[in-house]
Structure formats: structure tokens, C-alpha cells
């Protein structure tokens, strides 16, 4: 990639993420609200079962994480971010049509594979950023995760004055904007001859835990953010 792309590559990658975060912030409001209206449930139960999607979110997150930056290794970042676009956004019209709790499970099952692709957003990240700019850069993912967790629930919670179900089709169209933007603007990051084969014991969690014990001090890193995240 040249260099004067570069800059573009990793806005394009701040945006892609920070529309990311705000389509999954856009709709916690709203999501007991939708499950009230589709089972009858009080909110107790509603929020139950709002803890088990996101659970089954994170879930096949967990799953398909390492399969996806296998196959963004194999076949480059781009189409494995643009089909997961595209599925996101898919995604987000099956929860807004929804008739039921059970298509809501298979939304956000579909959301937690799709939503994998932030790994090869990362990836993308470390393509394109000189040894130099790499913190950097990497900041500036974290401000999108920052910033979209700040914009989407705020901006769900006003949408969804408006009804349950707006907050998933103007998270859909957001994402489909963006995959369109990139579709057009977006550069590959990695070149043929920096691909690797596909191997099954790179593309599954357990293989990939595995493969961490040759790396204890990311060990302790992973294990201090996870419970982190359950305080949080």
C-alpha cells in the first residue's frame, strides 16, 4: 500500500469500528423494550433474557474470532471486512423485522460471527501503520470503541422515543453506508505474497489458547482485561 494511503486506510478503519460500536450501542435501550413487546414479559424477565442475547452475542464472538482472522489471512482484510459489513447490516434488519424472541437469538447469533471482523480490523491496523505510528493508530481504535459506546445507547434511547424497532433500521443503514464507502475507497492491506494457507488449528478458539501459552505475558494481559470487563 502506498504510503499516502495509509492515512485514509486507518480513518476508513476508525470509522468502520466507530459505526460498529455505535450499531451495538444504538440498540441496548431498546432491546427490552422489543423483548416485552414480542413475549408479553415483565421487566425482570426481559431483562434476563436481554443478558442471554448478549450472551449468545459474545459468545459466538468468542467462536469465530480466530476463524475469521484466518480467513482475512488467507484472503486479505478487505473482503472479509466488507462481507462483514454486510452481514452486520443484514443483521440488523432480521432484529428490526423480528416476530418473534427466538429470531431475536438468531440475530444476534449472526451479529457475534459477523461481529469477529474486529479482529481483522486490528489486523488491518498492524498492516498499514509504520512501527512508529502503531501505538498511535492502535489509540485511536480504542477511542472509536470509547466513542461509539458514548454515541450509540444515547442516540438509541432518543430513536427509540420514536418506537422500539427505529434504533435497528438506522443502524442497518449506517452500516450499509459504510460498507459502501469501502466497497469504493477501501484499499487491501495485505499484499498475496504476506498471505498465509488456511489451517483449521489457526481457525478455532481452542487452538488459538493453545498456541498463547508460547506467550505468557499476553496470557496475563488477557486474563487482567477479562476481569476487567466484568467489573465493567
Do not use: C, H
Amino acid at each position: 500500500m502506498a504510503n499516502s494511503a495509509r492515512p485514509a486506510a486507518v480513518g476508513f478503519i476508525f470509522v468502520t469500528l466507530l459505526l460498529d460500536i455505535i450499531g451495538l450501542g444504538i440498540i441496548i435501550p431498546v432491546i427490552p423494550q422489543l423483548i416485552q413487546e414480542l413475549t408479553g414479559a415483565d421487566v425482570a424477565n426481559a431483562s434476563r433474557y436481554g443478558g442471554w442475547l448478549l450472551f449468545a452475542y459474545a459468545f459466538f464472538q468468542f467462536l469465530f474470532a480466530p476463524l475469521v482472522g484466518a480467513l482475512s489471512d488467507r484472503y486479505g482484510r478487505r473482503p472479509v471486512l466488507l462481507f462483514s459489513l454486510l452481514g452486520f447490516g443484514l443483521d440488523y434488519l432480521v432484529l428490526a423485522f423480528a416476530p418473534t424472541l427466538a429470531w431475536l437469538f438468531v440475530a444476534r447469533v449472526v451479529s457475534g460471527i459477523f461481529g469477529a471482523s474486529f479482529t481483522t480490523g486490528f489486523a488491518y491496523i498492524a498492516d498499514v501503520s509504520p512501527p512508529e505510528k502503531r501505538a498511535q493508530n492502535f489509540g485511536l481504535v480504542g477511542a472509536a470503541f470509547g466513542l461509539g459506546f458514548i454515541i450509540g445507547p444515547v442516540t438509541g434511547g432518543l430513536l427509540g422515543e420514536i418506537g422500539p424497532r427505529v434504533p435497528f433500521f438506522v443502524a442497518a443503514a449506517l452500516t450499509f453506508l459504510n460498507m459502501a464507502y469501502g466497497y469504493f475507497v477501501l484499499p487491501e492491506s495485505l499484499p498475496a505474497d504476506r498471505r498465509r494457507a488456511f489451517e483449521w488449528k489457526r481457525a478455532n478458539p481452542l487452538g488459538t489458547l493453545v498456541a498463547l501459552k508460547r506467550y505468557p505475558r499476553v496470557v496475563g494481559l488477557i486474563g487482567s482485561l477479562v476481569f476487567l470487563y466484568i467489573a465493567s
